[in-house]
């Protein structure tokens, strides 16, 4: 690759005088990369031997279908439109049906892994170019589908590579990829897409979805966001499949104002200049709490999700992903069969990018059901199918590794049965040329007709510092990564560690710890992972081996099972300060019951989709993880998306509706109503009954200050008779009362006119402490304690809450 990168420059500097160079001695040849510079009026021109370059007035243009001579799709001066008509003219049948099929990298959804050695993507993504005269009669070898049979027998120009490896092997994989596209008819090139938002570093890190929603820092994500797409770039993939916080409920929570607008940032920032293309998913929602089918409630919201779409989509990300595995407006068939969320989509909220579906044949898996106008979608054929999808505006089919035909290995059902809907009239000519359009429109504006090809000099000096730009090594674990990225990079995403910690709890400002005081150290995270941050907590405090000799003991949940529950047990047992982690698992009532001191870190960044390279730490690093700890940085997150008491106040919390955690279906129709009527179709985030309301977040030595306002106890109506003047007159009056053994709700209005803080509330009777109930407050605001309690002994009963004291009479 050495060679290859210098290569490139020499051409630069000295323009394209046919300079040879040796190709890596592998089973298929790699051809040398050719460039020819931009200067004055011509463009940056790549190119691969065996292509002609044509000479037109002083310019020079690749003669991407070997025709000798300057067409207008070739001709970089031309008008896009009036390039892709020419292209559109010149394609088959085959080729134009190609168009609408976006198939993984060799039929892999997992991904390709590769390293230093060739034959390991060898064995995962043969390419297997037939040498001149061979007869290629399939696509398989080795178990693996060729990657030159799916581009130039299938003409597929669309892959999703979800690849593991360095970035300089990233370069590599993904230029040979280009070369057999520039070898094809047309010369058509490949556009590159990829389910993690970030792979510079294939495998190995990806983009910290959830911490961007919870730091609340839209400057510093923007500065990560375009970085990690500049880096995608410089590697050669051009669409990430990215974002999805603009589903309700997804990692930006369930405000649909904050959803929609977090969303709109990001895709702004992924389609910066030299950056990526933004594919926004899944319309309407797929992930968060869950896909928009199984999150209606009786409410069936339409308004709040539409409205976090409306914003994102101001940003024009240039694709968008339909939701793959469910129903949308219409709940009889799948979102892409269904024709009023498609026109919401296209005509309501006007979007004129790429369409494309969620991985699942349409022609199969994905095709059942009976439309709203009743037609019953089995009955339809497999290119009917197609066809019926592509005509509600669906551009692209997501397809995995199916549709290879056995027999006949020369066909590709999925292709098939679109040339065959296309060849038939089911899909119009002008349909068809509506999404060549659309799809052909990221090859040209992108640039990939003129120079496809990524620079491995300039990719390295983008991904990596100058230690691994001069000499590669092998990437295996966190620090020999860290070792090989930009410390500027790094810093930035440390500091996103901090922000995206949310303060849950700080009893008597516990955090952050003393330096020097004994600490034991627990965690349920994997042994190496366990060991990096004890050590690394061993820079600021004497680690000790037992609970019994520590003066602090904390505790890194990855996740509330038997072994942190015994952690913890043990610790209040032993009567010891506890700090309690939340390492990417939400903070529960038990926790917050039991720790000192809660700190959630919502931070974890492992490959989406595919397969994680392994050896590396993908939460919270363990130097900053100590640092948070002790003060050296500040954690200032916060909620994005208010947690449940408990898992059954939490399954039956309506998911298309935000703030109506424990709440009861009055308050749950008042918020439906405030939703319905907002601005953005926000709701009060302080009116249900969660554990931690949307937006909480404590902050280093700041103090709540609560005010107990109200006592509320149950009362009856009496009727009292009373007689006077030889007359008898009745009147009713309320008393504070209940009966022996009947349970009844206390009610109390807290104030917090403080800092966001947590508080355990204690009813007593007399000086017996009879209930508790632990209470998160937002800084400034209000909520309302309902406890329910028993009163076991008749009589009148003191019933205090706080500075707030009631009787209450006990009937028998």
């Known amino acids: 690759m050495k060679k290859l990168s210098l290569l490139i420059t020499f051409v630069m500097l000295f323009s394209c005088i046919g300079i040879s160079a040796i190709a890596e001695e592998t089973a298929n040849p790699v051809k040398t990369i050719y460039i020819i510079p931009a200067e004055g009026e011509q463009v940056e021109l790549g190119y691969v031997e065996g292509t002609t370059i044509l000479e037109v007035d002083g310019l020079k243009f690749k003669d991407l279908n070997k025709n000798g001579s300057l067409d207008v799709y070739e001709d970089w001066r031309a008008d896009m439109d009036a390039r892709i008509a020419d292209l559109y003219s010149q394609m088959n049948d085959e080729e134009k049906a190609s168009l609408f099929i976006h198939v993984n990298t060799c039929g892999n959804p997992a991904g390709v892994d590769f390293n230093d050695s060739r034959n390991m993507w060898e064995q995962n993504c043969p390419f297997d170019v037939p040498a001149e005269g061979e007869v290629v009669t399939g696509p398989v070898t080795g178990g693996s589908y060729s990657m030159w049979y799916y581009i130039n027998v299938y003409g597929v120009t669309h892959l999703l590579s979800n690849d593991n490896g360095a970035a300089d092997l990233q370069v590599k994989f993904h230029n040979e990829m280009q070369q057999l596209g520039e070898d094809t008819r047309l010369g058509i090139p490949i556009t590159i897409s990829n389910d993690r938002q970030y792979n510079a570093w294939g495998g190995m890190i990806d983009t910290p979805h959830d911490a961007f929603g919870t730091a609340n820092d839209v400057e510093l994500s923007e500065k990560l966001w375009q970085q990690y797409s500049k880096e995608s770039r410089a590697v050669g993939i051009h669409i990430v499949l990215h974002p999805y916080g603009q589903e309700i409920g997804s990692w930006n929570g369930e405000d649909p104002e904050y959803a929609g607008t977090m969303g709109r940032a990001e895709i702004n920032a992924i389609q910066i200049e030299d950056g990526v293309y933004a594919c926004a998913k899944h319309f309407i929602a797929r992930g968060g709490d869950a896909a928009y089918s199984t999150a209606n409630s009786d409410a069936f919201t339409v308004d709040n999700w539409m409205t976090a779409w409306r914003l994102a989509l101001e940003a024009n990300p240039k694709w968008l992903m339909t939701n793959g595995y469910s129903t949308g407006l219409y709940t009889g068939v799948h979102v892409d069969f269904d024709k009023k969320t498609m026109s919401y989509l296209r005509d309501t909220l006007g979007y004129e990018g790429v ?85 052909l429109a990221t090859k040209f504006e992108l640039g990939l007709f003129e120079n496809p090809y990524s620079d491995l000099k300039a990719a390295l000096e983008l991904c990596a510092n100058e230690a691994y730009q001069a000499e590669q090594w092998p990437i295996t674990d966190n620090e020999t990564l860290m070792a090989a990225r930009p410390a500027e990079l790094i810093e930035l995403e440390r500091q996103l560690q901090a922000k995206s910690a949310v303060l849950v709890k700080n009893n008597d400002n516990l955090l952050p710890l003393v330096k020097g005081l004994k600490v034991f150290f627990g965690s349920t995270a994997a042994e190496t992972t366990a060991n990096a941050i004890k050590a690394a907590i061993g820079d600021y405090a004497a680690v000790v081996d037992s609970i019994e000799e520590a003066d602090v003991v904390v505790a890194d949940c990855t996740q509330i099972n038997d072994a942190a529950e015994l952690l913890i047990d043990d610790a209040v047992e032993y009567g010891k300060k506890l700090v309690i982690v939340t390492n990417n698992v939400d903070p529960n009532t038990y926790v917050m019951e039991n720790g000192d001191a809660v700190l959630f870190m919502n931070f974890t960044r492992g490959a989406d989709h595919g397969t994680a390279a392994s050896g590396f730490i993908v939460t919270t690093e363990p130097n900053v993880y100590a640092e948070i700890l002790y003060g050296v940085r500040v954690p200032e997150g916060m909620i994005v998306k208010e947690i449940a008491r408990n898992s059954t106040l939490d399954n039956i919390q309506w998911k298309d509706l935000a703030g109506d955690q424990g709440a009861n279906q009055w308050v749950r129709m008042m918020l439906l109503a405030t939703m319905k009527t907002s601005e953005n179709n926000t709701t009060p985030n302080n009116w249900g009954d969660p554990l931690l309301q949307y937006k909480y977040g404590m902050r280093y030595g700041e103090e709540p200050a609560f005010e107990y306002d109200t006592l509320v106890l149950p009362r009856v109506i009496k009727e009292v008779v009373t007689e006077s003047g030889g007359s008898t007159r009745t009147s009713y009056e309320s008393m504070v009362e209940c009966k022996v053994g009947q349970p009844f709700n206390l009610y109390t209005l807290l104030w917090n006119n403080g800092a966001d803080g ?12 009879i209930a508790e109930k632990i209470m998160a407050v937002n800084g400034g605001s209000w909520r309302v304690v309902e406890i329910e309690i028993v009163l076991d002994t008749a009589g009148e009963h003191t019933i205090t809450v706080g500075d707030l004291s009631k009787t209450i009479n006990v009937a028998e």
């Open 355 to 439: 369409v494309l579906s969620d991985w699942g044949a349409q022609g199969a898996n994905n095709s059942a059901g009976i439309t709203e106008d009743g037609l019953d979608l089995l009955t339809l054929t497999i290119p009917e199918r197609y066809a019926y999808t592509i005509n509600l505006g669906l551009d692209q089919i997501g397809a995995p590794a199916t549709g290879i035909d056995v027999e006949n290995p020369g066909f590709h059902s999925d292709i098939g049965a679109v040339k065959e809907a296309i060849q038939t009239g089911l899909i119009t000519e002008e349909r068809v040329f509506d999404t060549a359009c659309r799809v």
């Open 758 to 769: 947590v508080t355990t509330v204690q009813v007593k009777d007399g000086d017996t402490v």
